[in-house]
């Protein structure tokens, strides 16, 4: 059991026995934490201060010229701060740290939870919990989005991102008392955040018996904190949904920053948490929606069906879905800038997107329902358990579709990055190495049979070559 310095509150020593030193130094970075609240929320309001100013700024200023750059141009400066530093950098940082910008950055969060202190406090309705929001929020925000060109212009960013965060500060106000319930339940990338954290190799570990055996000493008052994202912190078994905030460190001396094989979590854990929101998110979501949104503006194919389309629309004399009449916080509108969409654009990038998530997501998921079948007699959870063996390459993948946001915006800029090509496909091929052993250990816990693990992993090979395949046709071949 963990023995707190009277010296030094941060210096934890242990029995004989004792732990190597970086696990001593994460105990003490996990206390600090606990012991430094007010310090993490002046920084807290530091993040929001500047997201607010990069948000709605550029909004009221004029689009920038041609002639605008980065350094020189407000409005770029904060397209490249919100789409090429900050989502995807956020996302790699949930594998390295776990959610850690959630606990301790988040804007969103912050305002949610400061919202609630102060707000009516009413019980959470069972419609809000529902499991499946998560994965709704994501297909809608990420197909909104496209529509309205999110990423090159500010007012749609002010919609979405601000949107989001109106909200998140509504159900703050509305439910909960000093909790963050937007977070766990309605915001548009916890899930994603969520599968990626299982990745992490940080974690809050419990203690159960340390925690069911703890006596208050006497004469003291009794331990409280508040998990503001509403975790079961006695019986929590993993990263996912625990924000990294520090507020429960040594609690009964049985919390501890700690850290753990990143595997970890998807073996021994997911299992016995079967979730089929996660699965059809890794699966629609993360490998089908968020690749087709990348895919469209470049595919022969969705070109070919918007032709055929107006073709049709001509000959029965329907002209108005082919002018760009809509607002352009409903469809992409400026005129100005020869930028526009028409109403039948917006359809058929909806119906290919839509398209290519259930292409993939069958596809795959198949491959995953033959791995499922091999190990045994058919069971949803352990189809739901292989499924987060893609956790990896779904992740990277969408990071890589982030981070060429990124890598374009410098292009524009002169600074041209001779390694990308390089780094992304070492990158996609090493996503597909740790998805393809995560598939051998939990086939591993499957079946006691070597031929059985065997072929199960190879009909996961299937459906990590499907996602892996259709993030590289991204950079080298747009189908």
Not at 188 to 195: A, H, I
Request: charged share 10%.
């Amino acid at each position: 059991m963990a023995v707190v310095s009277t010296h030094d509150p941060y210096a934890l020593t242990r029995a004989p026995g004792a732990a190597p030193k970086i696990d001593a130094v994460l105990a003490r970075v996990g206390l600090w934490l606990r012991d430094h609240q007010g310090a993490i929320r002046r920084v807290q309001w530091g993040v929001v201060v500047a997201y607010v100013a990069l948000l709605v700024l550029p909004a009221v200023l004029p689009l920038p010229p041609r002639a605008a750059h980065i350094w020189t141009n407000l409005t770029l400066f904060a397209q490249f701060v919100f789409w090429g530093l900050w989502w995807p950098f956020v996302l790699l940082s949930m594998v390295l740290v776990g959610r850690l910008w959630c606990g301790l950055l988040c804007p969103e969060g912050a305002l949610s939870e400061r919202m609630s202190e102060h707000g009516r406090g009413g019980a959470i309705p069972h419609w809000l919990q529902w499991k499946g929001w998560p994965f709704l929020a994501f297909v809608l925000t990420t197909i909104y989005g496209q529509l309205t060109s999110v990423y090159q212009y500010p007012g749609p960013a002010l919609v979405v991102l601000g949107g989001s965060t109106v909200a998140a500060m509504a159900v703050g106000y509305l439910w909960g008392r000093n909790k963050r319930v937007w977070c766990r339940f309605l915001c548009p990338v916890t899930g994603v955040f969520n599968l990626l954290a299982k990745l992490s190799p940080l974690h809050f570990r419990v203690d159960p018996p340390q925690w069911s055996s703890w006596k208050k000493p006497h004469g003291t008052h009794l331990e409280t904190f508040n998990c503001a994202p509403l975790v079961a912190v006695r019986t929590m078994r993993g990263a996912g949904a625990c924000h990294i905030c520090g507020r429960c460190a040594d609690f009964r001396g049985a919390v501890t920053l700690a850290r753990r094989s990143p595997n970890f979590e998807i073996v021994h854990v997911a299992g016995d948490m079967p979730n089929k929101w996660q699965s059809a998110l890794i699966l629609f979501g993360l490998l089908g929606v968020a690749a087709g949104a990348f895919h469209w503006s470049g595919s022969a194919l969705y070109v070919a069906i918007r032709q055929g389309l107006a073709d049709r629309l001509v000959d029965w004399g329907l002209i108005w879905p082919l002018e760009p009449a809509l607002p352009w916080y409903m469809l992409t509108n400026y005129p100005d800038l020869n930028d526009t969409m028409t109403p039948l654009d917006g359809f058929v990038l909806v119906l290919y997107v839509l398209g290519v998530a259930a292409l993939i997501g069958l596809s795959a998921g198949l491959c995953v329902a033959a791995a499922a079948r091999v190990c045994g007699k058919w069971s949803w959870p352990r189809f739901h358990h292989l499924a987060q063996a893609l956790i990896p390459v779904a992740g990277c993948g969408v990071f890589l579709g982030l981070s060429s946001l990124t890598v374009t915006m410098l292009k524009a800029e002169g600074i041209v990055l001779p390694f990308v090509g390089v780094l992304r496909a070492t990158l996609l091929i090493g996503a597909g190495l740790w998805a393809l052993y995560l598939a051998w250990r939990i086939a591993q816990t499957k079946t006691g049979s070597s031929a059985r693990q065997a072929f199960a992993v190879l009909a996961m090979a299937g459906a990590i070559a499907i996602g892996g395949a259709v993030w590289a046709s991204l950079f080298w071949r747009f189908f």
